[in-house]
C-alpha cells in the first residue's frame, strides 16, 4: 500500500540545521509532486513546500522562503526539507504529503505520513 | 495569498445529530477545495475534494458542497468516532488552510 514515512527531526538550537526526510513506498513515486506541510504545538496546518514530479519547479510558504529548500531524489523514491536558520517559531510536526493524482487538477493532498518532531530550543 | 476562515472554531452536536461546517476562502477557488479529518495525535486524513467527492473510504454521512467561495461540509448524523478537527484546504493557488474546526460531544 502506499506508505510515507517521515525522518530526522530532533531537538536543535536556534540557528542550526536540520534535513528531514520523506522516504516513500507503494506507487510510482516520479509521477507525483510532493510537499510538506507544518503543524505547531496545538496549532492549526500550515503548507511549508512543494515539488513538481520531475522536480523542476518548487515553491514555498511565506514563513520559510530564503530559509527551507526542499528537493526529491526519484531514483530512491525520497523527499527531503532542508531546514535552515532555524527559529523558535520552526517548533512543529512535518508532515510529507502526496499530491493527490496525477493529473494537472489533483492538487489535494493525499495520503499524508504521521509526521516527524522538530524542536527548535536554546 | 488567499485566506481561509473556517466557522464556527468549535461545534458541539450530539450523537445521531446533524453537523455543519463553514468555510469561506478571500477569493474564488472555484471547486478546488478539500476536507481533512485530524483526530488527536494523528495525521491529517483526506476526506473530500473538488468541494464534494467523498475520497475512498469515507463514510457517506459526510458531503461537501458549494462553490466559489463558499464550501460547507455536512455529517449528516454524527457517530462518537468523527469527534476530531476538521480543515478546509484551498488548492487553486498553491495551498492555504483554514483554521480548523473542532467537534466536539
Known amino acids: 500500500q502506499v506508505q510515507l514515512v517521515e525522518s530526522g527531526g530532533g531537538i536543535v538550537q536556534p540557528g542550526t540545521s536540520l534535513r528531514l526526510s520523506c522516504a516513500a513506498s507503494?506507487?510510482?513515486?516520479?509521477?507525483?509532486?510532493m510537499h510538506w506541510v507544518r503543524q505547531a504545538p496545538g496549532r492549526g496546518l500550515e503548507w511549508v513546500a512543494g515539488?513538481?514530479?520531475?522536480?523542476?519547479?518548487?515553491n514555498y510558504g511565506d514563513a520559510v522562503k530564503g530559509r527551507f529548500s526542499i528537493s526529491r531524489d526519484n531514483a530512491v523514491n525520497t523527499l527531503y526539507l532542508e531546514v535552515d536558520s532555524l527559529r523558535a517559531e520552526d517548533t512543529a510536526v512535518y508532515f510529507c504529503?502526496?499530491?493527490?493524482?496525477?493529473?494537472?487538477?489533483?492538487?489535494?493532498?493525499?495520503?499524508w505520513g504521521r509526521g516527524t518532531p522538530v524542536t527548535v530550543s536554546p | 495569498e488567499i485566506v481561509m476562515t473556517q466557522s464556527p472554531a468549535t461545534l458541539s452536536v450530539s450523537p445521531g445529530e446533524r453537523a455543519t461546517l463553514s468555510c469561506r476562502a478571500s477569493?474564488?477557488?472555484?471547486?478546488?477545495i478539500a476536507w481533512y479529518q485530524q483526530k488527536r495525535g494523528q495525521a491529517p486524513r483526506l476526506l473530500i475534494y473538488?468541494?464534494?467527492t467523498r475520497a475512498t473510504g469515507t463514510p457517506d454521512r459526510f458531503s461537501g458542497s458549494g462553490s466559489g467561495t463558499e464550501f460547507t461540509l455536512t455529517i449528516s448524523s454524527l457517530q462518537s468516532e468523527d469527534i476530531a478537527v476538521y480543515y478546509c484546504?484551498?488548492?487553486?493557488?498553491?495551498?492555504?488552510f483554514g483554521q480548523g474546526t473542532k467537534l466536539e460531544i
Open positions: 477569493q474564488s477557488v472555484g471547486r478546488s
Open positions: 504529503a502526496r499530491k493527490g493524482g496525477v493529473g494537472t487538477l489533483d492538487n489535494w493532498l493525499h495520503p
Open positions: 473538488g468541494a464534494f
Open positions: 515539488i513538481w514530479d520531475d522536480g523542476s519547479k518548487k
Open positions: 484546504q484551498q488548492y487553486d493557488n498553491w495551498y492555504t
Open positions: 507503494g506507487f510510482p513515486f516520479g509521477d507525483y509532486g
